[in-house]
């Protein structure tokens, strides 16, 4: 029973193999956060982590209050969990203890995407009701822990029972109080085409986070905080961290007290929120998940992925092996026609590709992104046998064939606006600002996912489409809806999010054997949220291998292999015009869904073949690649070299990845420390062969140095040694990759 409640103590234990966590109903009947982190025996009650018994607030026990779901205007002067506008005005409220119902398994939350349980011995339920009575609210706060990782799932129901309207002015998903303030914070921020880039900074007095206004989940931060003890590492330590499963607008943030206290809260964003409660009305905060590691940075994230890979993504390709895609848009832009497509799918074909997604330009009138969005039928100048005769063609190459939309845009030059132009956002009397010349549809109406999923599903059905790619690219300006009255025009935001998933969720339900792939300006809506309805996504617009380093090590703080797209694009790079190799490409690419971004007919017959060893390469190892325990591994900070590897989850065989930046001649030797092995057995290490192919001499340097036979042990406690006659920079230059594969080959003895 991972769930206890003493009666005596009035504890609630949520326990599990690898984590504790405890919370009090006061005496006062608030509930108390008592504890998280290392598995505390069951069998105990723990009343001194109550240090004093709670009644009320008063100055000398100020302290010692931490709680669950704090509430404004009783003396609890840090931010609160939620806040409420009743009939009268008031704001305070006094929910208290209930009841309390714990049952196997987990529920889906209503019109969004959670985790699940595909039996109930997976996880147990533990649902907290607190009642407020001169007001008639009633919370819920629902906990799940999962049987097998070291991550609870939070959520809160709201209910009106009374008669008169409560206006729910923030709800969080998720209170924290910690009992010290003893942590870094790592944050994923950045921008368009650098996205995730990981910012690490002590916890200070006052407050700290992150959020979104931009009406998605966005690029400048992710909905995902990391918290570490300071000497934590990848490798060592405690870590926990909690990602928002939201795609709209989010707070993500921490206030230390004057106690030490931290309170972290994560929600939807209060600045863009209020929701009218009516009578029997309810509300549902879309889910959290916390995850607890003693096994440092490297260890929250196995957490993380196992849960989001498993239990969050769904449907039939949550388990597939993804295909190796080619996306003709930086091959393209707007610039193509059938014959052309048709010549990039065969050469693509040749080299080993399994899907050909034709990007942005295939409706409408549209040759430049001033034109036709919402206009969802083919440009027949550009496709004279439509989509269905293009995809007829392509399947017969035994490609499959993937198209991108981006259901919730329109044009004002379009059909669409023409004949709706009042479904576009906007406040009446103002100027829409324009951003990419696109308007956004207000989701929120349900007139306009009908509608949305009438014409998609019939263009879907009538080609042989097997994969989406859905964008989004502009941010929400001017919130407004004319579909609601004045005083719910605060619900806009999350609204249009529960619109999006409305869609997501007929689409993907109609179409179950489409594999949907997210994407807004690449990483702009990569989240837990969309990732219950589109199993992988388009991490970012930035393609060059250097930069996808740091942004693909970014997003695996949280996200699986098998949610990235990551694609082997064109020299000079579009976006920072540098060179580099096709094998560097490749050997970041292969860490994710592989795909290609360029136009094959380009390639000379020398690269066109070293892409089709890539792709055979790669399909051998996909499980691995896509589904396997992925470790960042450290280098030291000055020696401009970037590692991480994968392995399967039996430890029987694994990739290592080293890649060298910008050479240094006379470099310092350094060993990289290995991961996701076992101590005891004994490994054959050998290079990836294309790599050496320019004959450089360090191969048999390094047969000495790092390959052949190899204790676990040895790899992981020493690890491999990188130094100069290794990268042989004279030879290699810059951006040199170096894949390591290791397979088990015995016992040590
Ligand atoms: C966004 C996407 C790109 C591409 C373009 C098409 O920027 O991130 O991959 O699909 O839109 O307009």
Request: proline share 5%; charged share 25%; aromatic share 12%.
């Amino acid at each position: 029973m991972p769930i206890k409640f003493d009666e005596n103590t009035r504890q609630f234990h949520l326990y599990n193999n690898d984590f504790s966590y405890i919370i009090a109903v006061y005496d006062n009947g608030s509930i108390g956060q008592l504890y998280f982190g290392e598995p505390l025996s069951p069998d105990r009650d723990h009343p001194f982590l109550a240090p004093l018994p709670f009644a009320g607030f008063s100055n000398n026990i100020r302290s010692a209050a931490r709680f669950e779901y704090p509430c404004y205007g009783q003396g609890d002067f840090r931010l609160p969990a939620f806040k409420v506008k009743l009939a009268d005005g008031a704001g305070v409220v006094e929910p208290r203890f209930e009841d309390y119902r714990v049952y196997a398994g987990k529920k889906a939350l209503p019109g969004l995407p959670s985790t699940y349980t595909e039996s109930d011995d997976e996880a147990e339920t533990l649902e907290i009701i607190l009642i407020d009575k001169p007001s008639h609210l009633k919370i819920i706060l629902f906990y799940t822990i999962f049987a097998a990782d070291a991550c609870i799932a939070r959520s809160v129901r709201f209910e009106n029972f009374g008669k008169e309207k409560i206006i729910l002015e923030s709800a969080m998903s998720l209170s924290l109080d910690a009992p010290d303030s003893a942590w870094n914070t790592l944050a994923f921020t950045g921008s368009w085409a650098r996205e995730f880039a990981v910012s690490d900074a002590p916890l200070h007095v006052g407050f700290q986070g992150v959020h979104s206004s931009l009406g998605v989940s966005g690029s400048t931060a992710n909905p995902s905080l990391v918290f570490r003890r300071p000497e934590t590492t990848e490798r060592y330590g405690e870590a926990f961290g909690i990602s928002l499963l939201y795609s709209g607008n989010f707070i993500a943030c921490a206030e230390i007290d004057c106690w030490d206290i931290v309170r972290i809260r994560v929600g939807i964003n209060p600045e863009t929120f209020s929701w009218s409660l009516e009578n029997s009305g309810s509300f549902d905060a879309p889910e959290a998940v916390l995850g607890w590691s003693r096994n440092g940075l490297n260890g929250l994230s196995r957490v993380f992925h196992r849960l989001f890979r498993t239990r969050l993504e769904r449907g039939v390709w949550r388990d597939r092996e993804r295909p190796v895609l080619l996306n003709n848009w930086e091959g393209t832009y707007f610039n193509f026609n059938e014959e052309k497509l048709l010549a990039m799918a065969k050469k693509a074909a040749d080299m080993g590709v399994e899907l050909f997604a034709l990007d942005d330009g295939w409706f409408g009138k549209r040759d430049d992104d001033a034109t036709s969005l919402g206009d969802w039928f083919p440009n027949t100048d550009k496709l004279p046998n439509g989509i269905t005769g293009l995809a007829e063609k392509i399947t017969a190459m035994g490609l499959k064939f993937g198209l991108w939309i981006e259901p919730e845009m329109v044009s004002e030059k379009s059909r669409l606006f023409e004949a709706h132009p009042d479904w576009a956002v906007g406040v009446p009397g103002r100027t829409r600002t324009e951003i990419r010349r696109q308007f956004v549809l207000d989701m929120g109406r349900s007139e306009v996912v009908d509608y949305l999923f009438e014409t998609l599903s019939a263009l879907i059905s009538n080609a042989k489409i097997s994969y989406i790619k859905w964008d989004m690219n502009r941010f929400i300006t001017e919130p407004f809806s004319l579909a609601l009255p004045p005083d719910r025009q605060g619900e806009f935001f999350h609204r249009y999010c529960l619109g999006v998933y409305s869609l997501y969720s007929r689409l993907t339900e109609a179409f179950p054997d489409i594999l949907f792939e997210s994407c807004a300006s690449g990483g702009a809506r990569f989240d837990g949220g969309i990732l219950a309805f589109a199993p992988q996504g388009w991490l970012s617009d930035d393609t060059d291998a250097v930069q996808r380093l740091e942004i693909q090590r970014g997003a695996s703080y949280f996200y699986p292999l098998n949610c990235i797209g990551a694609h082997i694009s064109a020299v000079p790079n579009h976006q920072t015009g540098r060179l580099t190799s096709l094998l560097f490409r490749a050997a970041v690419a292969f860490f994710g869904d592989l795909g290609f971004e360029l136009d094959p007919t380009k390639l000379a017959e020398e690269e066109a073949e070293t892409v089709k060893e890539c792709i055979a390469f790669y399909k051998e190892r996909r499980r691995l690649f896509q589904q396997g325990v992925f470790n960042r591994l450290d280098a030291p900070p000055d020696c401009n070299t970037a590692a991480w590897m994968v392995s399967t989850e039996d430890k029987k065989s694994a990739i290592a990845a080293v890649y060298k930046l910008n050479a240094k001649p006379n470099q310092k030797p350094f060993r990289i420390k290995l991961a996701g092995l076992d101590r005891s057995k004994v490994y054959r290490v050998s290079l990836w062969e294309p790599t050496h192919r320019a004959g450089a001499p360090f191969d048999a340097t390094d047969k000495r140095l790092n390959c052949g036979l190899r204790g676990g042990d040895e790899l992981l406690s020493c690890g491999l040694l990188i130094d100069n006659t290794f990268f042989a920079v004279s030879i290699t230059g810059d951006f040199y990759p170096e894949l390591f594969l290791i397979e088990e080959a015995g016992e040590a003895c």
